[in-house]
Nanobody, 125 residues
Framework: QVQLVESGGGSVQAGGSLRLSCAAF?????????LGWFRQAPGKEREGVAI????????YYADSVKGRFTISQDNAKNTLYLQMNTLKPEDTAMYYC?????????????????WGQGTQVTVSS
């Protein structure tokens, strides 16, 4: 059973930076998997922000965050990160870490089996 625990959210002014962390536990050794960051703003659907594949490190970014956010993982620490720079008020949302086993990494939330509890990011103008 995979467990994910996020941290690092908070409140910042527009133009500021935050780094989210997601500690992952319980992975099957040697398995291929996808790790992703998703977000959900009030009244909106959950959306994929950034995704990384364990098998080669390939990444996906939503158009709205390209050039500002960077996803990375530290395998030694079993931790996923999301560095968020030049934050905008529209980045305000609950951010979730998610995972799934497999060799393809979909962008849709419902195809991910494991979720963290979420961490709030609030960006003020």
């Amino acid at each position: 059973q995979v467990q994910l625990v996020e941290s690092g959210g908070g409140s910042v002014q527009a133009g500021g930076s935050l780094r989210l962390s997601c500690a992952a536990f319980g992975y099957v050794y040697g398995a291929s998997y996808c790790l992703g960051w998703f977000r959900q703003a009030p009244g909106k659907e959950r959306e994929g922000v950034a995704i990384i594949y364990s098998g080669g490190g390939s990444t996906y970014y939503a158009d709205s965050v390209k050039g500002r956010f960077t996803i990375s993982q530290d395998n030694a620490k079993n931790t996923l990160y999301l560095q968020m720079n030049t934050l905008k008020p529209e980045d305000t949302a609950m951010y979730y870490c998610a995972a799934r086993y497999g060799t393809t990494c979909p962008k849709v939330p419902y195809q991910y089996n494991y979720w963290g509890q979420g961490t709030q990011v609030t960006v003020s103008s």
